[in-house]
């Protein structure tokens, strides 16, 4: 069990992950939550939905046992309200130790409510950086006994200038571990965090590519064109997009594209003669980021096959209302469709970069 064997998690903690689906560590977590329970310093880099927030989570849980000393033991820091209560929520949904509290203090709560729930007693704060510096100045947030320091989208703080009060908190934190996540790294986020971090591992998670599958009958056609296309345009434009095609039927696994749809992509300088045919699966839905269909039945052939609206929502006609013709028994459409084509690659491309 990767969990519990290479990232150290505890067994309650292992199992509520499996129970909610998390079979496997993501990246981040795998690079990282080891080193967290070894009680080194990291900071994190990786693009929003790799698993920051989560990792910090389990992390922070892995280190109690039992909770409601009285005094908090941890302070995880975010830029703002929204952040501070998804984090709250990320916190109920992996906690199954009930005597862990968890505490949120931001601007828009009745500053005598939030005064009342420290005293109750809070084990984990999850604060606005001015308002845990606010509060921590009215001597109501008791620093004394944190072991754990977190500063959460350390670029947003950055952005809403917000680097003083999580200067300040550190200084005030007599002996602490300290962890740092971010969607960007610069000179402002180091400058920051440089006075408190102790010797630190940089782990740093690229994005992914995004990830289009063309789709058509046969996989011979249609749909190498596109993947050929749209392959060209993203290499022009230099984007971090990945492309693949495939067809709704089987008849062509493992052959080249037509010769015809080789000849009309070799006429605009574009090689699809290495390109292999193969039929689309289900696991499909899961490796690629949007599938484009070129006509009303290969959408109605892999919508059949999706067994979600989250795989449901990746499926589009290539030329959204329109259809492309499939040019298979008329050697004059090869030319026009390979038009259509370019056409609505580059309608695609500026679509995805506007959204």
Known sequence: MVWIDKLKLNKQLTKVLIENGFEEPEEIQYRTLSRIAGGQDVIAVGPEGCGKTSTAVLAILNRFRQGLEGSPRVLMVAPDRNRVDSIVAEFAKLNRNKTIRVVPLYKGIELQTQLDDLADGADIVVATPDQARF????????????FLYVVDDADIIVKNKLQLPVKELANSIQKAQHLVFSETFDHNVEKMIHPFMRVPAFVEIEEPPFRVLMV????????????????????EKDLNWEVD????????IGKKPDPR???????????????????????DFENFDSILVMDKQNLSDILSLAQNDSQR???RLFLNEDIVLDPYL???LFEPVYTTIERGCQTYIEEILEN
């Open 330 to 332: 008329d050697d004059t």
């Open 135 to 146: 509060i921590y100045l009215k001597l109501a947030l008791n620093l004394n006994k944190i």
């Open 313 to 315: 929502e990746k499926v």
């Open 261 to 283: 749809s080789i000849s009309v992509a070799n006429k605009y300088g574009i090689d699809i003669s290495k390109q292999r045919g193969r039929q689309f699966s289900v696991e």
């Open 245 to 252: 095609s495939a067809g709704t039927a089987d008849w062509n």
């Open 216 to 235: 058509c009958l046969g996989n011979i056609c249609r749909s190498p064109l596109a993947h050929g296309v749209l392959e060209h345009l993203i290499d």
